[in-house]
């Protein structure tokens, strides 16, 4: 699409009488972060208006995690959550840490600290949030499903006045459909981003308001994971196993989780940071090879995946936490950054961070100032003060980041420096000058064949005839620059199988094959010219997860 016929398709969307719905607060996103804090927020002032907009068609559809949560923020936001717990909710019973080789693995002898899951529980995070819901919903939460926030609305000096929903029913070429519903505007008192990871909302806001200006930029890593069910008599409920070492070399920061739940289900996934170097790197294949290795294969082979996805995961952590306020929002979650590396855990930052972020507002009459000073002053940024130098101490490689990571322990981040973080887009060699690590990949036998039927368990739905939703500014550069500096990485690191190098009649050129996306965000991070954005499709669209 052209720049002129974008303007025009813009200053119509403008021309469109809208309804308008206002609220005291609204909150974009369904999400851990996002609920706890409508919760919260209704237990301190149910006088309070709030209400919380979610893109997935159901809440739940798009998140995905490990998940093994810490349940100390739970026990505090919701008492007796233990007497009627989440659907798949298994305690923790034994963890296992395992360096492998092609051929093995050697099981260390100790499990890192914050790796040691007594007292946590296996959830999934998509049922986790879909069980939430309804107790803010109880509360007088409104939650609206399928709502796609497309844009944030500004008074004239800036302040964030609440969101626009995308319209529904446009076109691929941006006209009109019979069935078009121009998007409301929600207006509100003060506006919550609780996007998860690389929102696209999030990412427009800290350019505007420089959020970024006195931290480093954000990392992160991609996770792909699959929900199986395994023949009777393999699982064993609350077993947790995390490996590193092989598929990745060692200059690659990678590693697995396999989760054992119950009714003969395991969780597994693979996490491939994507700072890596090497422009031949895939990271879904990673996580097939991984899936082959003759300490997983046998637990899965004989079974069926019930569901799998994608997602970035954001790692950057105290040195690349933005500023968290700004007239009019705040952010929370992995919006803001949270995750503890680590600990491979997010939830209980996510859910803490809200309920800080409602019992902030709740005392401050709605007004954002002064909650990014609370939250730095709070448990929530100390944990990730504690570990800040962990991940980043991987850049020089396997083994000089785990000779960091157990000095750190043993200090408890109290070294007297801060390693820097870079952004992911920057890290990748071109073509000639990396040196091609031996992969010694293995001949696979377990499903799926390919990304194309991985995005079949993923249940992704998108209507062809709508605009698409990732915008390539210059394709031009991805035929001549892309394809002899990188050899085009984006038809790699998607794990979906999204862009695609065409040779036609017409030519070479990129094909976006943009139904297949699982709304991961990796092209946004890595696109080594950061000319992708991610920008949500039509409400509703994207995956479907189950149970992840």
């Known amino acids: 699409m052209s720049d002129t016929q974008a303007s025009t398709i813009a200053q119509a969307a403008e021309a469109v009488e809208r309804d308008v719905m206002e609220y005291d607060v609204v909150t974009v996103g369904a999400g851990p972060a996002g609920l706890a804090f409508a919760i919260r927020l209704k237990q301190l002032n149910p006088d309070i208006s709030v209400c919380v907009i979610e893109k997935a068609s159901t809440v739940g559809a798009h998140i995905l995690s490990g998940a093994v949560i810490e349940p100390g923020p739970l026990d505090e936001l919701l008492p007796g959550w233990r007497d009627n717990p989440p659907p798949i909710c298994v305690p923790a019973t034994e963890d296992e840490f395992w360096f492998l080789t092609k051929d093995g693995g050697r099981k260390f002898p100790v499990v890192p600290p914050g790796m040691r899951n007594h007292g946590n529980f296996i959830v999934s995070l998509g049922a986790l949030c879909a069980w939430l819901a309804p107790q803010a919903e109880a509360l007088g939460v409104e939650i609206y499903p399928g709502f796609a926030a497309a844009e944030t609305l500004h008074a004239a000096d800036g302040t964030v006045l609440g969101v626009r929903i995308g319209d529904m029913g446009v076109a691929r070429d941006g006209s009109h459909k019979p069935g078009y519903t121009p998007g409301i505007d929600i207006r509100a008192k003060v506006t919550v981003l609780a996007e998860g990871a690389r929102g696209h909302l999030t990412k427009r806001l800290v350019k505007r308001f420089a959020l970024d200006r006195d931290c480093d930029p954000q990392a992160y890593s991609i996770g792909i994971k699959e929900l199986w069910q395994v023949p009777a008599g393999r699982v064993s409920p609350g077993r947790i196993v995390h490996t590193l070492g092989w598929p990745a070399d060692s200059r690659t920061y990678g590693g697995s989780f396999l989760y054992h739940l119950d009714g003969d289900r395991v969780a597994l996934g693979y996490v491939s940071g994507l700072d890596y170097r090497d422009p031949e790197y895939k990271p879904w294949e990673a996580f097939q090879q991984w899936k082959n290795h003759p300490m997983i294969a046998p637990l899965?082979?004989?079974?069926?995946?019930?569901?799998?996805?994608?997602?970035?995961?954001?790692?950057?952590?105290?040195?690349?936490?933005?500023?968290?306020?700004?007239?009019?929002?705040?952010?929370?979650?992995?919006?803001?950054?949270?995750?503890?590396?680590?600990?491979?855990?997010g939830t209980h930052q996510a859910i803490r961070s809200g309920m800080l972020a409602a019992e902030h507002l709740a005392g401050n009459g709605l007004d954002p100032a002064g909650f990014?000073?609370?939250?730095?002053?709070?448990?929530?940024?100390?944990?990730?003060?504690?570990?800040?130098?962990?991940?980043?101490?991987?850049?020089?490689?396997?083994?000089?980041?785990?000779?960091?990571?157990?000095?750190?322990?043993?200090?408890?981040?109290?070294?007297?420096?801060?390693?820097?973080?870079?952004?992911d887009w920057s890290s990748l060699d071109r073509i000639g000058e990396h040196e091609q690590p031996r992969r010694d990949y293995v001949e696979r036998r377990l499903p799926p064949r390919d990304r194309l039927q991985g995005v079949y368990y993923a249940?992704?739905?998108?209507?062809?005839?709508?605009?698409?939703?990732?915008?390539?500014?210059?394709?031009?550069?991805?035929?001549?620059?892309?394809?002899?500096?990188?050899?085009?990485?984006?038809?790699?690191?998607?794990?979906?199988?999204?862009?695609?190098?065409?040779e036609d009649a017409a030519g070479r050129r990129l094909q976006i094959n943009a139904a297949n996306c699982v709304h991961c965000k990796t092209c946004d991070i890595k696109d080594p010219y950061q000319i992708i954005d991610w920008v949500t499709p039509e409400g509703g669209s994207g995956p479907n997860y189950q149970n992840l």
């Open 372 to 423: 990014d000073a609370r939250l730095r002053g709070s448990a929530v940024a100390a944990e990730l003060k504690q570990v800040r130098n962990i991940k980043p101490g991987f850049k020089k490689g396997l083994w000089l980041g785990l000779a960091n990571a157990a000095w750190e322990t043993l200090v408890r981040g109290a070294s007297p420096w801060t390693l820097k973080v870079t952004p």
């Open 459 to 502: 249940a992704t739905e998108h209507d062809e005839d709508q605009p698409v939703h990732l915008k390539v500014r210059d394709t031009s550069i991805c035929i001549e620059r892309c394809t002899v500096e990188y050899g085009n990485p984006c038809t790699r690191f998607c794990p979906a199988g999204v862009y695609e190098i065409v």
């Open 300 to 345: 899965l082979e004989g079974g069926s995946i019930l569901s799998a996805g994608a997602r970035a995961i954001v790692t950057g952590g105290w040195q690349s936490l933005p500023r968290v306020e700004m007239p009019g929002a705040l952010l929370i979650g992995d919006t803001a950054g949270l995750l503890n590396v680590p600990k491979i855990k």
